[in-house]
């Protein structure tokens, strides 16, 4: 398998644009989560997935993001109107989980957005 | 929503040291997971402990969880700089029924000088 596939790889666009990142989850994973990744925040979970339901978005930081699944293999995270403070790596996650709690999270390469 | 501390955050210490980096929460989790991160990349999964106590191995990585499942501990005997990269550990939260979060921390940004 290919992995946890991203993409854009790198992004830069102008305040007030409309970003979208893409995500492939892995094949028969059950679970797909977005987290945003910056240097004074860490890593922080935006929202989750599970068979393509959205279960917790509770870390979306406001109505400027959106997330869907439409089917199992793909995934979007939608960000607009864009703002500066929005800069960062954006990642995507699979997982098996298949009720264990030893499972792996795999991650894709990330995407990382630059908003001037 | 759980938060987990790591400590130090940074660290830089010569070829052949010894270090030990700390995880707390004052949640309790389901299982607790470490990650290693490289630059450009994203994590990768280390290992998972689940058993409040238990010790795991990884050649020159010892991984402790606490007692309580509430911390853990990575300790790295005689570091090399391949060990070089940012440590994440990761609380499990699971409770069936759909519900399963993986809470990161801060990470630690281990330098391991030549």
């Known amino acids: 398998d290919a992995g946890v596939i991203q993409s854009p790889r790198h992004e830069v666009t102008e305040m007030g644009q409309e970003v979208t990142l893409r995500c492939k989850p892995i094949s028969g994973h059950d679970y797909l989560f977005w987290y945003r990744q910056t240097m004074m925040r860490g890593l922080e979970l935006l929202i989750y997935?599970?068979?393509?339901?959205?279960?917790?978005d509770s870390g979306m930081p406001e109505d400027r993001f959106s997330a869907k699944m439409p089917n199992a293999s793909f995934s979007t995270l939608k960000i607009q109107p864009s703002e500066p403070r929005d800069s960062a790596v954006y990642f995507c996650?699979?997982?098996?989980?298949?009720?264990?709690?030893?499972?792996?999270?795999?991650f894709g390469q990330g995407t990382r957005l630059t908003v001037v | 929503t759980q938060l987990l501390e790591q400590s130090p955050q940074f660290l830089s210490i010569q070829e052949g040291e010894n270090l030990t980096v700390y995880c707390n929460s004052s949640?309790?989790?389901?299982?607790l997971q470490w990650y290693r991160q490289e630059p450009g990349e994203g994590p990768v999964l280390l290992v998972t402990v689940v058993t409040g106590g238990e010790v795991k191995k990884l050649k020159r990585l010892t991984f402790q969880f606490g007692d309580a499942r509430k911390d853990s501990s990575l300790h790295i005997t005689a570091a090399q700089p391949g060990d070089t990269g940012l440590y994440l550990c990761a609380g499990v939260a699971y409770s069936g029924a759909g519900s399963y979060q993986l809470t990161f921390g801060k990470g630690t940004k281990l330098s391991v000088i030549p």
């Open positions: 997935f599970n068979n393509n339901v959205p279960i917790d």
């Open positions: 949640s309790v989790f389901s299982s």
């Open positions: 996650a699979s997982s098996p989980q298949k009720g264990r709690v030893d499972t792996e999270a795999f």
